[in-house]
Antibody, heavy 116, light 107 residues
Framework: EVQLVESGGGLAQPGRSLRLSCVASGFTFDNYAMHWVRQAPGKGLEWVAGISWNSGYIDYADSVKGRFTISRDNAKNSLYLQMSSLKTEDTALYYC?????????WGQGTLVTVSS | DFQLTQSPSSLSAFVGDRVTITCQASQDISIYLNWYQQKPGKAPKLLISDASNLESGVPSRFSGSGSGTDFTFTISSLQPEDIATYYCQQYASLLRTFGGGTKVEIK
């Protein structure tokens, strides 16, 4: 069974950092691009960042560019999102997503709350 | 960047009605468009990929069409279990984008 399990969410103060992790199973992780998508409470879906299978191509939403860093470790079947200089508007449920193309799988999400 | 404009943002229809949602891309995205259904507290569920390809197990009352910049998602006969928010999403580039969503309710 294809599965994505996120972790690392929690409460952080504005300006602080948080690192999200996602462990994949049930598919050949290093064959696929991976993405982070977030959803603020009561709001729509927002793509955050994506990384190609070999980390050779990375891109970010303008809202997080310069503050967030996406990375992956194919040996550990893991995806990461290092979030720095957090803002209250970063409060959201963060999903790890396989491929986000015609064949995609979503984790259940990890909640990040940024508040003083 | 490929921006997606989805409309309407919400709609209310009777059970059995035909429901149509549109998604317009700012640039040509070929057929690289997904449609999702999201119910409260759940992760989005992929219904249609490649603009018109119905995912396995998805009821045939759901359909999608279009290419280039203009796309349409249709529920041919709205059912009570279709109450949800629907999103389009493009994958023409690594920088993915979502439409703003359409909340579907029953009259």
């Amino acid at each position: 069974e294809v599965q994505l399990v996120e972790s690392g969410g929690g409460l952080a103060q504005p300006g602080r950092s948080l690192r999200l992790s996602c462990v994949a199973s049930g598919f050949t992780f290093d064959n696929y691009a991976m993405h982070w998508v977030r959803q603020a409470p009561g709001k729509g879906l927002e793509w955050v960042a994506g990384i190609s299978w070999n980390s050779g191509y990375i891109d970010y939403a303008d809202s997080v560019k310069g503050r967030f860093t996406i990375s992956r470790d194919n040996a550990k079947n893991s995806l990461y999102l290092q979030m720095s200089s957090l803002k209250t508007e970063d409060t959201a449920l963060y999903y790890c997503v396989k491929d986000l193309s015609a064949d995609n799988v979503w984790g259940q999400g990890t909640l990040v709350t940024v508040s003083s | 960047d490929f921006q997606l404009t989805q409309s309407p943002s919400s709609l209310s229809a009777f059970v059995g009605d035909r429901v149509t949602i549109t998604c317009q891309a700012s640039q040509d995205i070929s057929i690289y468009l997904n449609w999702y259904q999201q119910k409260p507290g759940k992760a989005p569920k992929l219904l249609i990929s490649d603009a018109s390809n119905l995912e396995s197990g998805v009821p045939s009352r759901f359909s999608g069409s279009g290419s280039g910049t203009d796309f349409t998602f249709t529920i041919s006969s709205l059912q009570p279990e279709d109450i949800a928010t629907y999103y389009c999403q493009q994958y023409a580039s690594l920088l993915r984008t979502f439409g703003g969503g359409t909340k579907v309710e029953i009259k």
